[in-house]
């Protein structure tokens, strides 16, 4: 059985409808499992049920084995950092990572030297007697990193901890975070709505919309492999149009007929997919192939895309600057099959 295991967890505010509806997640002990999706998508409310801090409706959560669905917050062990850090701005770096240990009333030589080798490895050991105002954003989400990991907790809980900084410190502390979960081997829940984030970071990843889990797998298979529209959709696929299946691998969209890796359609309604990197150019007839005409241009920096009329709709299409096309022009459009995804249409 898996280290932590949510079964059927339902969660109802007001006895009608579900915030979270028959979700299941498994993890394995030593993992970092994101899970990621848009506002009111269910992801903060799953990671209150496993804090404790609600309680579900129906459902089991077992740690380890052990069912804690009634243990309270107190006595889960379990590490959390915010948003908002929540340092206490009147205590010092070292008071603010000894809190948790203090309250478990460790000896106070326990205590210092927890601190002492929790500040060393989160690389804030010159910054103990300062105060939290006196650091700068991403000093002070590690301080509150040390502050949860200090306890040793069964599980560390991030939620968006990382929205209030700006783009180049979210990148050094994502790189941070992987770096002191694998080194201290704890298993971690992190909260985001940002895929690039979770994707960089992540072991698994649970993709949830409306309280549902639509897709939980690794990153790579997540991205190249999405299972739901959504879950393309919200993973930065933007061409979409239906297709119907017509023999083994053969599917036919309109006029067109389409090769793909499908030897069997994996619904009966079905719409396929590409991303705009994935399309081709084509120079010379060849499979898979749909004429167009290009509408917009779009300068990207290193490259430019296209808006591209067809008579299967408009495509957005990335090209180089080898080859640069007005609008107007005439070009044709590959969908390499091995590219191109086939999804249920819902």
Avoid: W
């Amino acid at each position: 059985m898996s280290f932590v295991n949510l079964n059927d967890i339902r969660v109802s505010y007001d006895g009608k409808q579900n915030v979270l509806e028959h979700l299941n997640i498994s993890m394995e002990k030593g993992e970092l499992v994101s899970l990621l999706g848009p506002s009111g998508c269910g992801k903060t409310t799953t990671l209150r049920v496993i804090a404790g801090l609600i309680s579900p409706n129906d459902g089991s959560f077992l740690l380890d084995e052990e069912e804690i669905i009634k243990v309270p917050v107190h006595k889960r062990n379990f590490g959390m950092v915010f948003q908002s850090y929540a340092l206490f701005p009147h205590l010092t770096i070292a008071e603010n990572v000894a809190f948790g240990l203090k309250l478990r009333k460790l000896k106070k030589s326990e205590i210092d030297e927890k601190v002492n080798e929790m500040l060393k490895v989160c690389g804030l050991e010159q910054f103990g007697a300062r105060y939290p105002k006196q650091l700068s954003g991403g000093q002070r989400q590690r301080v509150a990193l040390a502050r949860a990991l200090v306890i040793e907790p069964k599980l560390l809980l991030l939620d968006e901890p990382l929205s209030n900084l700006d783009a180049k410190l979210r990148v050094q502390m994502r790189v941070e975070i992987k770096r002191l979960q694998q080194q201290l081997g704890i298993t971690t829940v992190f909260v985001t709505h940002d895929q690039e984030e979770c994707f960089s970071i992540s072991d698994k990843v649970a993709v949830m919309n409306n309280g549902v889990i639509e897709q939980y797998d690794t990153p790579e298979n997540i991205y190249r492999y999405p299972k739901t529209k959504f879950v393309a959709n919200f993973i930065g696929f933007e061409n979409f149009f239906k297709i119907e299946h017509v023999k083994e691998k053969q599917y036919q969209s309109g006029e067109f007929l389409f090769e793909t890796v499908y030897e069997e359609a994996p619904a009966e309604k079905l719409v396929a997919t590409i991303r705009p990197d994935d399309i081709e150019i084509a120079s010379d007839e060849t499979e898979n192939l749909v004429t167009g005409q290009v509408e917009v241009r779009t300068f990207l920096g290193k490259s430019y895309q296209y808006e591209v009329k067809t008579a299967l709709g408009a495509f957005l299409v990335n090209g180089t600057d080898k080859q640069i096309y007005e609008k107007g022009d005439k070009i044709a459009l590959k969908f390499p099959k091995e590219k191109l995804i086939l999804l249920e249409d819902k």
